[in-house]
T-cell receptor, first 110, second 114 residues
Framework: DGGITQSPKYLFRKEGQNVTLSCEQNLNHDAMYWYRQDPGQGLRLIYYSQIVNDFQKGDIAEGYSVSREKKESFPLTVTSAQKNPTAFYLC?????????FGSGTRLTVV | AQKITQTQPGMFVQEKEAVTLDCTYDTSDPSYGLFWYKQPSSGEMIFLIYQGSYDQQNATEGRYSLNFQKARKSANLVISASQLGDSAMYFCAMRESGYSTLTFGKGTMLLVSP
């Protein structure tokens, strides 16, 4: 079945460490996105990519980095510069007005 | 200014009753799309319904309908005959022309009681 796979589901890291969240899709979608979700804040856009080897900052890109070397993959790195990285991270892809979301990664920094 | 406003942090409804979740939006773009998603406690986002700005009729999908009032810039979700499984967070989102990104509201938590 086609879909988006985010791994791992839960991730714990020590403060000051970089961590990379995986997002893989087999839907052949060109566009991919990363959103951050905090309680009471809804989903906020971190980065998005509309084509391989190209990506744009979203509303809250500071402290994050991404790459898009393959159409299927859009990994997100949470760097030590991100002041409050503990959150739920959702990856999505789209074609037309059809959006598919992954099941999310819950990152906890201790 | 917020592009999507959901003013109801939480809503309660009894099983089998109808409930309306409010959403207002702000855009100067004449071409846009409005989406509603359901997010159960497991975290996945489930697409419910879509309304395009040029659609003449309000969208309906099974028990879900969208009360689209373009002049008032509102796109309220109506769930008829609520079920216990409808308990979840509900998000309204907008996509403007020229962009593929979705802008989300802060969500409404719906609790359905027996």
């Amino acid at each position: 079945d086609g879909g988006i796979t985010q791994s791992p589901k839960y991730l714990f890291r020590k403060e000051g460490q970089n961590v990379t969240l995986s997002c893989e899709q087999n839907l052949n979608h060109d566009a991919m996105y990363w959103y951050r979700q905090d309680p009471g804040q809804g989903l906020r856009l971190i980065y998005y990519s509309q084509i391989v080897n190209d990506f744009q900052k979203g509303d809250i890109a500071e402290g994050y980095s991404v790459s898009r070397e393959k159409k299927e993959s859009f990994p997100l790195t949470v760097t030590s510069a991100q002041k409050n990285p503990t959150a739920f991270y959702l990856c999505a892809s789209s074609v037309g007005r059809g959006y598919t979301f992954g099941s999310g990664t819950r990152l906890t920094v201790v | 200014a917020q592009k999507i406003t959901q003013t109801q942090p939480g809503m309660f409804v009894q099983e089998k009753e109808a409930v309306t979740l409010d959403c207002t939006y702000d855009t100067s773009d004449p071409s846009y799309g409005l989406f509603w998603y359901k997010q159960p406690s497991s975290g996945e986002m489930i697409f419910l319904i879509y309304q395009g700005s040029y659609d003449q009729q309000n969208a309906t999908e099974g028990r879900y309908s969208l009360n689209f009032q373009k002049a008032r810039k509102s796109a309220n979700l109506v769930i008829s005959a609520s079920q216990l499984g409808d308990s979840a967070m509900y998000f309204c989102a907008m996509r403007e022309s020229g962009y593929s990104t979705l802008t989300f509201g802060k969500g409404t938590m719906l609790l359905v009681s027996p």
